[in-house]
């Protein structure tokens, strides 16, 4: 099935869903850690990690600045794009330590968090790619791009019966109909439907 304007195939005829389970977010992380290279397997997990946990679009995440980053307070100041709202997220203290990890070991020092080996920022393309060969190593049956750890985010947070409410504020949606759709497939939600 292709988009009603010819182009490229929609994404329900790509995958059956738009967001990663739990279980395969955690096959991505242990795949990063194949790399043994310090700097590209910390930079790749922090990639997945803050992804995941602060629902960053891809353009959100490249333009991350270490300026952005508290790490005495554990605070991550997220600039959203796309006319979201912006916000200041706690940093769990596994966060906190890749981040103090990966700055150690970025040898070109660089007002941006995610660079090259090279100190240049990484790109869309840059992050893309290392995501692909990640997706590979853990051999993921769905077809993955980073779009669906936003998604999964959002999922996660409502299947843990977070408040709509809190969602849309923690992922900047200025509407919560951006946000009600994560909520539509919690299937915890008819649980109790059935009981005896």
């Known amino acids: 099935m292709v988009n009603c304007r010819g182009g490229r195939p929609t994404n329900d005829s ?37 992804s995941y ?44 330590r890749l981040v103090a990890k990966l700055r150690k070991n970025q040898q070109v020092k660089s007002p941006w968090m995610f660079t090259s ?8 393309d840059g992050v893309t790619k290392a995501l692909a060969t990640i997706a590979q190593i853990a051999k993921l049956e769905i077809k993955f791009h980073h779009h669906m750890l936003r998604h999964s985010c959002g999922y996660t947070l409502a299947a843990k019966g977070t408040d709509t409410r809190l969602i849309q504020e923690y992922l900047g949606h200025r509407s919560i109909e951006h946000t009600v759709g994560y909520t539509a497939l919690d299937p915890a939600r008819f649980e109790s439907l059935w009981e005896a």
């Open 14 to 50: 790509l995958r059956n869903r738009e967001y990663l389970l739990e279980s395969e977010i955690t096959r991505l992380i242990a795949a990063t850690k194949t790399n043994k290279d310090i700097f590209f397997a910390t930079r790749n997990h922090l990639i997945i990690l803050l």
């Open 53 to 96: 946990r602060h629902g960053l679009r891809i353009s959100e995440l490249i333009a991350l600045k270490w300026a952005q980053i508290e790490l005495e307070e554990a605070r991550i100041h997220i600039k959203r794009l796309k006319g979201s709202n912006s916000g200041v997220h706690p940093m769990a203290a596994d966060e906190c």
């Open 117 to 124: 080996k090279t100190g240049l920022v990484l790109t869309r």
